[in-house]
């Protein structure tokens, strides 16, 4: 390691340790930035919110700017006088708020992830900063905490609760794949075939990498899926707190907590809700009390089949994230 390169590390160590006195200003600066932000969209009249493809309505900017305006005195006050009791409250309130903009940025990850455009980018761009934000908010509403010391806890197996949640996720996603991998390999289901489906995909924007997949009889969404279960099962397994020894070089070293927590806890924020209200809606659509669009199927009824496979799977497996991540989060704390 070169003399620079151990100045830089030396200096991001020191700046992490730092991070209770520096965090409120950096919630304050992106407050200020996501104010103009939805300033900007309201004055424009950008919409902020899109469903199936059509906009949603404009005059959401002017609720960015309010949550903005919130954190910005918020964050201000606690730069200007300490995290009091009152501003703790108040900084959670816009971490919710915020967090709930940010609603479905796991779902526009993923939709670039397999080579599909997003319904917006000014929508997408306005879930990154609020997920940025609610993190910087979360932090700083923790920052009086004291901090822990920096001994860890031996690895071991989850409790039978997380172990539970983790089988549960698990095979939700098995209908989900096995549609998935029916029409990737050119087999018809709910009405619809293969070679529709991969016409519907081409249709929608997808990469050639995506249709190249689609082509080998390989879904990437049912691939996506697969790594969804492989990092529930590291939330409640040994092996994903100590590296294990097919990791070759890592084998034996420790398991940064961030590197599963944080793909946790964006998937469980977007997926639980997103799966929960869409099961509800489907229930709704069931019962006949609203329609349910047909999209690309040809019929409703198909279209609801194929809908309560995928929802049961989002919701299942978004719950059971939640629970092995927060029980992840309590076993990995320093003890």
Same mark, same amino acid.
């Given at each position: 390691?070169?003399?620079?390169?151990?100045?830089? !590390?030396?200096?991001?160590?020191?700046?992490?340790?730092?991070?209770?006195?520096? =965090?409120?200003?950096?919630?304050?600066?992106?407050?200020?930035?996501?104010?103009?932000?939805?300033?900007?969209? *309201?004055?424009?009249?950008?919409?902020?919110?899109?469903?199936?493809?059509?906009?949603? %309505?404009?005059?959401?900017?002017?609720? =960015?700017? +309010? %949550?903005?305006?919130?954190?910005?005195?918020?964050? $201000?006050? %606690?730069?200007?006088?300490?995290?009091?009791?009152?501003?703790?409250?108040?900084?959670?309130?816009?971490?919710?708020?915020?967090?709930?903009?940010?609603?479905?940025?796991?779902?526009? #990850?993923?939709?670039?992830? #397999?080579?599909?455009?997003?319904?917006?980018?000014?929508?997408?761009?306005? !879930? *990154?900063? *609020?997920?940025?934000?609610?993190?910087?908010?979360?932090?700083?509403?923790?920052?009086?905490?004291?901090?822990?010391?920096? &001994? =860890?806890?031996? /690895?071991?197996?989850? /409790?039978?609760?997380?172990?539970?949640?983790?089988?549960?996720?698990?095979?939700?996603?098995?209908?989900?794949?096995?549609? !998935?991998?029916?029409?990737?390999?050119?087999?018809?289901?709910?009405?619809?075939?293969?070679?529709?489906?991969?016409?519907?995909?081409?249709?929608?924007? +997808?990469?050639?990498?995506?249709?190249?997949?689609?082509?080998?009889?390989?879904? /990437?969404?049912?691939?996506?899926? %697969?790594?969804?279960?492989?990092?529930?099962?590291?939330?409640?397994?040994?092996?994903?707190?100590?590296?294990?020894?097919?990791?070759?070089?890592?084998?034996?070293?420790?398991?940064?907590?961030?590197?599963?927590?944080?793909?946790?806890?964006?998937?469980? &924020?977007?997926?639980? /809700?997103?799966?929960?209200?869409?099961? $509800?809606?489907?229930?709704? &659509?069931?019962?006949? +009390?609203?329609?349910?669009?047909?999209?690309?199927?040809?019929?409703?009824?198909? &279209?609801?089949?194929?809908?309560?496979?995928?929802?049961?799977?989002?919701?299942?497996?978004?719950?059971?994230?939640?629970?092995? *991540?927060?029980?992840?989060?309590?076993?990995?704390?320093?003890?």
């Amino acid at each position: 390691m070169t003399s620079v390169e151990r100045t830089m !590390k030396a200096l991001w160590s020191a700046l992490w340790q730092r991070w209770p006195h520096w =965090v409120a200003w950096a919630s304050m600066l992106w407050a200020v930035l996501y104010a103009g932000f939805g300033l900007a969209c *309201a004055l424009s009249g950008t919409s902020l919110f899109y469903y199936g493809g059509d906009a949603g %309505v404009s005059g959401l900017g002017w609720a =960015v700017m +309010a %949550v903005g305006v919130l954190a910005t005195l918020v964050s $201000g006050a %606690v730069v200007r006088y300490g995290l009091r009791p009152a501003l703790r409250v108040l900084l959670w309130v816009a971490c919710g708020l915020a967090g709930i903009t940010a609603f479905s940025l796991l779902m526009d #990850v993923i939709t670039l992830m #397999v080579g599909q455009g997003v319904d917006s980018r000014a929508a997408s761009a306005n !879930k *990154a900063l *609020a997920a940025v934000g609610a993190v910087l908010l979360a932090a700083t509403a923790r920052s009086g905490r004291r901090s822990a010391g920096t &001994a =860890v806890r031996a /690895p071991s197996a989850e /409790p039978q609760l997380a172990q539970l949640a983790a089988w549960a996720g698990t095979l939700a996603f098995v209908p989900y794949a096995a549609m !998935k991998l029916v029409w990737a390999s050119g087999g018809t289901f709910a009405g619809i075939t293969g070679e529709e489906m991969l016409a519907v995909s081409e249709r929608n924007g +997808a990469s050639g990498i995506f249709l190249t997949l689609e082509s080998w009889g390989l879904d /990437p969404t049912a691939l996506l899926a %697969v790594l969804g279960v492989f990092l529930l099962w590291g939330l409640v397994r040994p092996w994903g707190r100590v590296f294990p020894r097919w990791t070759l070089f890592l084998r034996g070293r420790r398991v940064p907590r961030w590197l599963p927590l944080a793909p946790a806890l964006l998937g469980a &924020a977007t997926l639980a /809700p997103y799966g929960v209200v869409g099961v $509800g809606y489907l229930a709704l &659509a069931t019962a006949g +009390a609203v329609t349910m669009r047909r999209g690309d199927f040809h019929s409703s009824g198909d &279209a609801l089949l194929v809908g309560w496979i995928g929802m049961v799977a989002f919701a299942a497996y978004g719950i059971a994230l939640t629970v092995a *991540a927060r029980s992840y989060w309590l076993r990995t704390r320093p003890a």
